[in-house]
């Protein structure tokens, strides 16, 4: 079956260094990735997101990296800061047209050291 | 802010209560949802709802019953819930999914707890 996860439950980076999180997807026909952020108390935030046909998207000091090879996703932050401390969710979406659904994995705490 | 709120943001429950969650959006979007999120899983996909219709019920326990009057406004109407369905309900709302957009818009989502 179709499942979306992630190699480490916590990550501890210290601040102003970079980190990298990844996620595994299983189902080939994925086509549409999204990263959240999701701090404690509050619903999840968009950070980025990345589609098939592309293997690499910044933004504002976020990068997203996808190897449709090996199905993997990968979600970098440079220069950490404490504000980037939250758990971490990739999600994979088939664009069926019609029935799009995200798929979520279980997430990553990330924890910056000051 | 996202643009998503939610209330109640607590709600403590009894097994033979009656309540209901409540979503609003602000985003001028057509498709709202309902995910439950326990701790250590994957957040679970409910219901979905397009331009005010249900498009997708993942098997949930009609102890759960969605409600949607408009696309600004969604409902959960609980009742005779069980302990394990303690857990934090989000609420999220995209663009109609005929619009290639993808990204979901979260709430703070509403803490429940069953006793």
């Known amino acids: 079956g179709e499942s979306v996860g992630l190699h480490l439950p916590t990550l501890s980076v210290q601040e102003g260094d970079n980190s990298i999180i990844n996620c595994a997807y299983s189902n080939s026909a994925s086509d549409y990735f999204i990263w959240y952020k999701q701090e404690s108390g509050k619903g999840p935030q968009f950070i980025i997101d990345i589609r098939s046909n592309m293997d690499k998207r910044q933004g504002q000091r976020v990068t997203v990296l996808l190897n449709k090879t090996v199905k993997h996703l990968s979600l970098q932050i440079a220069a950490t800061q404490p504000g980037d401390s939250a758990v971490y969710f990739c999600?994979?979406?088939?664009?069926?047209?019609?029935?799009?659904?995200?798929?979520f994995g279980t997430g990553t705490r990330l924890t910056i050291i000051p | 802010e996202t643009g998503v709120t939610q209330t109640p943001r607590h709600l403590v429950m009894g097994m033979t209560n009656k309540k209901s969650l409540k979503c609003e959006q602000h985003?001028?979007?057509?498709?709202m949802y309902w995910y439950k999120q326990s701790a250590k899983k994957p957040l679970e996909l409910m219901f979905v709802?397009?331009?005010?219709?249900?498009?997708e019920n993942n098997s949930v326990p009609s102890r759960f019953s969605p409600e949607c009057p408009n696309s600004s406004h969604l409902f959960l109407h609980l009742h005779t819930l069980q302990p394990e369905d303690s857990a934090l309900y989000l609420c999220?709302?995209?663009?109609?999914?005929?619009?290639?957009?993808?990204?979901?818009?979260f709430g703070p989502g509403t803490r429940l707890t069953v006793t």
């Open positions: 999600a994979e979406m088939r664009t069926n047209f019609g029935n799009e659904k995200l798929t």
């Open positions: 999220a709302s995209s663009h109609a999914q005929a619009v290639m957009d993808y990204e979901q818009y």
């Open positions: 985003l001028g979007h057509n498709a």
């Open positions: 709802y397009n331009f005010k219709e249900q498009t």
